[in-house]
């Protein structure tokens, strides 16, 4: 199976009111305005989208909803994470009537599995769905690391198409594409390592800062892509304060609350996440106003 995932995903976040009620006007607001803004594709139902705080039902709706919105402009991909293997099955069979583009499987919540299992559940999703799927291997936060030789057994999956490599080590990256040259589509998944991530040769970037500064991540991958790496690490160099803040465990808090800065969005999350004490606040906020004071013209690299 073959996917053409490349370019700038970002993850984005669910929009709620203030009765913590999904915000589907928003949300589908930003969606679009990210589409227009030049992303090449979208990820409903990450981390940053609060997927694990959301009801079976919900999860479904911002389905729906983003699908219509994208209005197959973009790929659209959902995040699945959920608390048992069973779960996972079922609600990757409804994206796919639902009509999504593909799935990037996590693996199951709450219980911390051994390789052993992450690869068994996998190897079920992909059975059980004919969507393409990429495999989040985030070893920091959910405790298990497919390796490559895990790796070369999930090879054996047609659908499964694609890595989203988070395990902060690049070299990672290197090893992916030695041991299965084109086999997996890779995006780097750490918004701090990127560009090095690209410049290793992953295809795409799977980014929570992105919903805050669209344009310029889609640039330094446009930059990153031509060999313009001079230009693209000027450009890297002023966001990477801000890309940081995707490495911390109040990620979601953070990036919610500079898309509320940014008047892109609000920070409001469920519990038990909670809005950012003041002292973090007047931290991202900083690094928010340094970026707008710095912000650098893009029209001088002439990408368009």
């Known amino acids: 199976m073959k996917v053409n995932?490349?370019?700038?995903?970002?993850?984005?976040?669910t929009q709620f009111n203030d009765d913590d009620s999904i915000n589907f006007e928003t949300t589908a607001a930003m969606i679009d305005t990210l589409v227009k803004e030049g992303v090449h594709?979208?990820?409903?139902?990450?981390?940053?989208?609060?997927?694990?705080?959301l009801r079976s039902e919900e999860k479904r709706q911002v389905l729906a909803m983003a699908k219509e919105v994208v209005a197959g402009r973009v790929p659209v991909l959902s995040g699945v994470a959920e608390t048992t293997t069973q779960f996972a099955i079922e609600f990757a069979q409804d994206a796919q009537k639902l009509g999504i583009d593909g799935l990037m499987v996590l693996p199951g919540m709450v219980y911390r599995s051994s390789e052993r299992e992450?690869?068994?559940?996998?190897?079920?999703?992909?059975?059980?769905?004919t969507l393409p799927i990429m495999i989040y291997n985030n070893p920091v936060t959910y405790g298990v690391d497919v390796s490559i030789d895990g790796m070369r057994v999930l090879a054996d999956e047609p659908n499964i198409v694609s890595v989203k490599e988070a395990t902060e080590d690049t070299r990672r990256i290197t090893e992916l594409f030695s041991a299965f040259g084109d086999r997996f589509v890779v995006f780097g998944g750490v918004d701090d390592i990127a560009l090095e991530s690209m410049m290793l040769g992953a295809t795409g970037w799977i980014s929570g800062l992105t919903n805050?500064?669209?344009?310029?991540?889609?640039?330094?991958?446009?930059?990153?892509?031509?060999?313009?790496?001079?230009?693209?690490?000027?450009?890297?160099?002023w966001f990477l304060p801000l890309l940081r803040l995707d490495t911390i465990p109040t990620l979601v808090q953070c990036i919610k609350y500079a898309e509320q800065?940014?008047?892109?969005?609000?920070?409001?999350?469920?519990?038990?996440?909670?809005?950012?004490?003041?002292?973090?606040?007047?931290?991202?906020?900083?690094l928010y106003n340094e970026a707008l004071a710095n912000r650098i013209d893009l029209s001088k690299y002439n990408l368009d």
């Open 261 to 286: 800065l940014a008047g892109r969005g609000s920070e409001r999350t469920r519990a038990p996440r909670l809005s950012l004490p003041a002292d973090q606040k007047a931290y991202v906020e900083r």
């Open 5 to 13: 995932w490349q370019g700038v995903y970002p993850a984005v976040t």
């Open 41 to 53: 594709g979208i990820i409903v139902l990450g981390t940053v989208g609060e997927n694990c705080s």
């Open 212 to 237: 805050v500064f669209p344009r310029e991540s889609v640039a330094i991958y446009k930059l990153a892509q031509q060999g313009r790496y001079e230009e693209a690490r000027e450009l890297w160099r």
């Open 118 to 129: 992450a690869i068994d559940h996998y190897q079920q999703i992909a059975r059980a769905t």
